[in-house]
């Protein structure tokens, strides 16, 4: 329409892919020839994904599927339902190189990789609960608890093999798929962390449920 978002938007990523720029040179570029191109901030997120992803979309790597799931949460926020969920590939059905690998502790089966945890910072313990202490006065002592801020879950990209995810479900359990144990739960709509961070969407495993393998 305009030329001045989304057709810049795959002008740059063409030229990226075949001069293997950056983001920012690509743009610069096309500027030094049509100065009032302007492609929105999504979409410069979505240029500086594809030069990370060294120019090839694949939800085989980490940082797309990453990239898929924050859709998933935007399109849940918006239509109330997750759509198409492009979710981890099952570990028991790969042959792995040495890496990081959670067990069942119950019936030892694969469940995740290293590669399907996703990290996150710290939140500020239990002040970020929204329960406040009593002291014997019957006054509220929100800081009488302890800044205990380990993080008592694993926190993974939804998995093929967890229950109701190619069906859109917004929330279940997870359960383990070969010995049934309870793992953990999840909820796109996200949940707290025991160290008070919110996380969204929520794919929550206890670490009490799973044996944590690293190489030697």
């Excluded at 990226?16 to 500027?31: F, G, P, S, W, Y």
């Excluded at 945890?117 to 929204?130: N, T």
Aim: charged share 20%; glycine share 6%; net charge positive.
């Amino acid at each position: 329409m305009a030329g001045q978002s989304r057709s810049a938007t795959v002008a740059a990523a063409y030229l990226m892919q075949r001069d293997k720029l950056t983001a920012e040179e690509a743009v610069a570029t096309i500027k030094s020839r049509r100065p009032q191109i302007h492609p929105n901030s999504g979409f410069l997120d979505q240029l500086q994904l594809y030069y990370d992803l060294n120019y090839d979309v694949s939800t085989d790597k980490a940082l797309y599927r990453r990239f898929l799931i924050s859709h998933n949460v935007e399109h849940f926020k918006e239509y109330g339902n997750v759509g198409s969920v492009v979710a981890g590939a099952d570990p028991s059905k790969q042959i792995l190189p040495a890496q990081r690998l959670m067990r069942c502790k119950k019936c030892r089966r694969a469940l995740i990789t290293g590669a399907n945890v996703i990290d996150h910072q710290a939140g500020a313990g239990q002040l970020a609960f929204s329960y406040n202490k009593r002291n014997a006065n019957g006054v509220d002592t929100p800081h009488a608890f302890p800044q205990n801020r380990a993080c008592s879950s694993l926190f993974v990209e939804p998995m093929e093999w967890m229950d109701g995810i190619r069906d859109g479900l917004v929330e279940n359990k997870i359960n383990c798929p070969k010995c049934d144990a309870k793992l953990g739960s999840y909820n796109w709509s996200g949940a707290q962390c025991s160290c008070g961070k919110w996380i969204t969407p929520s794919f929550q495993i206890h670490r009490n449920r799973v044996d944590e393998a690293r190489p030697l």
